[in-house]
């Protein structure tokens, strides 16, 4: 009998440790043996040691039915997407994309005519963001489509930004706006369960383009890598939002042994956002604070920064670094302290 056969009462369920809890029960065996790796596991990049500089390596794998729908999403943007979701990554650590490599299992259902329609978006991002296409591979799957996507990048060593270092008093600052990539997800989910009971339906998404564009042609924040560099900020802490706000401020946190407070009168939510969750009857908070898919950047900055930073229409600060001690809280728009909670994407739930 295989191991995957036995159903003896020793098996754990993978959903008890959740994808974190896997990944350091995974990891808790593996010491770095090599002095150039100089960060294993447990941010958003590996960090190699390659001389003059450090060499960033991060890849994310995307499986059809469970992270994107087809029915919906057109390959050229599914190619766009999925290059763009490792760059954030990237940016993540301050660091600058410089290669990719791109890895497919195709079914037979796919014609040449899809793959090239994939690999104009995978083309359309590598231009957008100036990495080049250095390698993969190609196989058969005997059901969807799988995508594999590696990004190498570089970083200065004096400004590499890991999640570690948030302290006391710092300011934690958030680009852009959050919460419209899951509405935007809805809002196709929603349109798609229409049009599958009726056909003749054409979908509703009227005036949506925005929320529809942060879900489908998502962008990773270079621009605020750019900031920092002509502003000379290098932020003490930083994570990009792929798995929801609150899941990945608490990721900061304890990487950084800190608390927190934000407050959640300050989230930057656009307009359409807002009253997208009031068609859904959901609060465009929730949707903030636990939605995937913003890659925005996350960060923390000393308060000497405030005055470069404070009038940047692009960056929101939504609350400050605290002791440990004092957990990580989120003040509600009545002025309630709650314990921030992570019901963000988690892969094994
Ligand atoms: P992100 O959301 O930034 O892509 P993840 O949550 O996917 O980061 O991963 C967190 C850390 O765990 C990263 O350092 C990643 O390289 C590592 N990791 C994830 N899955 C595995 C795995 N199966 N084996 C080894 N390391 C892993
Ligand atoms: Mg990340």
């Known amino acids: 009998m295989s191991l995957l056969e036995d159903k003896t009462p020793s098996r754990t369920p993978l959903s008890k440790l959740g994808e974190f809890g896997l990944i350091q029960h995974i990891s808790k065996n593996f ?61 993540a650590m301050n660091g ?3 290669q990719i490599t791109v890895s497919i299992a195709l079914s037979n259902r796919f014609p040449l005519e899809a793959v090239e329609e994939l690999y104009e978006g995978i083309r359309l991002a590598c231009v957008a963001y100036n990495v080049d296409l250095v390698g993969g591979d190609t196989t058969s799957s005997t059901s969807g489509l799988c995508l594999s996507i590696t990004a190498i990048g570089e970083i200065a060593k004096d400004k590499i930004v890991y999640r570690s270092g948030a302290k006391e008093h710092d300011l934690i600052v958030v680009s852009g706006d959050l919460g419209s990539a899951y509405l935007g997800l809805q809002l196709l989910n929603r349109e798609k ?71 959640e009168e300050k989230l930057p939510i656009d307009f359409m956002a807002i009253s997208t969750a009031e068609e859904f009857n959901i609060s465009a908070a929730t949707c903030a604070l636990n939605g995937g898919e913003d890659y925005e950047l996350l960060f923390t900055i000393s308060q000497t920064h405030y005055d470069a930073i404070k009038d940047d229409p692009d ?28 019901q963000g994407w988690n892969a094994l739930s």
């Open 315 to 342: 960056l929101t600060i939504i609350g400050h670094i605290t002791d440990k001690s004092h957990g990580s809280v989120l003040v509600t728009k009545d002025e309630n302290h709650q314990p921030l909670t992570a």
């Open 96 to 98: 600058l994309p410089k």
């Open 31 to 91: 010491e770095l043996k090599n002095d150039t790796s100089s960060f294993g596991i447990g941010d958003d990049c590996a960090v190699i040691d390659v001389g003059q500089h450090f060499q960033l390596i991060t890849t994310d794998m995307l499986i059809e039915g469970v992270h994107f729908d087809l029915t919906y999403t057109p390959l050229k943007h599914l190619g766009y997407k999925s290059v763009v979701v490792n760059l954030s990554d990237i940016y």
């Open 193 to 263: 369960q229409v049009f599958e009971s009726n056909p003749q339906m054409q979908p509703d998404l009227q005036d949506k383009d925005y929320i529809l564009q942060r879900q489908l042609k998502p962008e990773a924040r270079k621009d605020i890598i750019d900031l920092f560099e002509s502003k000379g900020i290098v932020p003490s802490s930083m994570i990009d939002i792929s798995d929801g706000l609150s899941s990945e401020l608490l990721h900061l946190c304890s990487s950084s042994r800190v608390g927190c407070v934000i407050y």
